[in-house]
């Protein structure tokens, strides 16, 4: 018979430790994950607006839900991306 408990014990992974490499990755997606949200959303500008120095980021055509949303998907996609460089030895 298994042991169940060694077995879930020896397939845990390792998580990364802090460092410049994984604010480098996270930032990267999350600023990736507020583009798509700039362009991907059903309807854009619902709710209150945020003015962002940046054309095209700011009052009615970019508001403040879809800023939440993609970061939100940036750092889900961000961390994707730090577990498997992590499980694949990078």
């Known amino acids: 018979m298994l042991n ?3 077995l879930a ?5 390792t ?6 490499k994984t604010a480098f990755i996270i930032s990267t997606f999350t600023i990736l994950g507020i583009i798509i949200a700039r362009y991907k959303v059903q309807k854009p ?8 120095p940046i054309p095209g980021f700011s009052g009615k055509e ?3 839900s879809q800023f939440i949303a993609g ?3 940036g750092h889900i996609l961000g961390a994707g991306v730090l577990l498997g460089l992590t499980g694949s030895g990078f």
Do not use: D, M, N, R
């Open 9 to 13: 014990a020896t397939t845990v992974p």
């Open 15 to 20: 998580t990364p430790e802090w460092s410049l």
């Open 45 to 52: 500008g619902v709710g209150p607006g945020i003015s962002l």
């Open 4 to 6: 169940l408990v060694f």
């Open 71 to 73: 970061a939100a998907l």
């Open 62 to 64: 970019f508001g403040l």
